[in-house]
């Protein structure tokens, strides 16, 4: 059985860590993450701590558009909690209530994730005090040109390894979903819909307990970003 956790999307994890704003023309008057007035939101560990450039304790670093680290970590710190270290007696006696959530059995899984500004930015230009995004203020990520990856690996409990790679893009603008599908405006296949507004452009998955190893998908009208 393949081992692929649930695709994370850097926009559904941050709604409620660090609602951002829409893409908008960068200008002086965009604030950036370095002038140390944008904050994470009530409710995550951090609440109310500056943005920094760098990576967090988590593992986001808003400002290179990039996470790395424990799977559980990417959902740790908006649902309130700290930073999963590798010691689970000690990390459960101090916060039991991580046990109950649906992504702690991924804890020792890793996953690095990346975007580009356009899913969600390292400024906030429309003065909300909030990252943009095409989404906010009722918009749409559709014909945005955003993109992001995921790359998951971990040990299966043989001992073996591992991966997965997806890439994951805004629908265009003139793009129709079709039972399940999007497509372009001349017909050619683009992907799977994900999210509602997205489509998957590749997968790639390699297990040394299933043999498996290579392509699950590639879009027949192209892998790359760059069209999209």
Not at 141 to 155: C, L, P, R
Request: proline share 6%; with cysteine.
């Amino acid at each position: 059985m393949k081992k692929i956790l649930p695709i994370l999307a850097v926009v559904c994890s941050l709604i409620l860590l660090l609602p951002a704003a829409a893409l908008a023309a960068k200008s002086a008057d965009c604030v950036t993450i370095q002038d140390g007035v944008l904050t994470y939101s009530a409710g995550h560990y951090l609440a109310g701590h500056p943005l920094t450039v760098g990576y967090d304790i988590f593992g986001y670093n808003y400002q290179a558009h990039m996470f790395r680290g424990s799977y559980a970590n990417a959902y740790l710190g908006k649902d309130g909690l700290p930073p999963y270290e590798g010691d689970d007696v000690a990390y459960l006696a101090q916060n039991p209530s991580a046990a109950n959530k649906w992504y702690w059995p991924y804890r020792n899984d890793m996953i690095e994730m990346k975007w580009n500004d356009a899913w969600l930015s390292n400024m906030d230009c429309n003065g909300d005090g909030l990252l943009d995004r095409p989404s906010d203020n009722g918009g749409t990520y559709i014909g945005s040109g955003a993109w992001e990856t995921n790359h998951q690996w971990g040990v299966n409990p043989d001992g073996s390894n591992w991966n997965y790679f997806v890439k994951i893009v805004a629908a265009p603008d003139d793009a129709t979903k079709l039972s399940g599908i999007w497509y372009t405006a001349d017909g050619k296949e683009i992907g799977p819909d994900i999210w509602g507004e997205f489509a998957t452009i590749e997968e790639i998955y390699n297990d040394q307990s299933t043999g498996d190893h290579g392509v699950l998908y590639r879009s027949p009208a192209g892998p790359g970003f760059g069209k999209w």
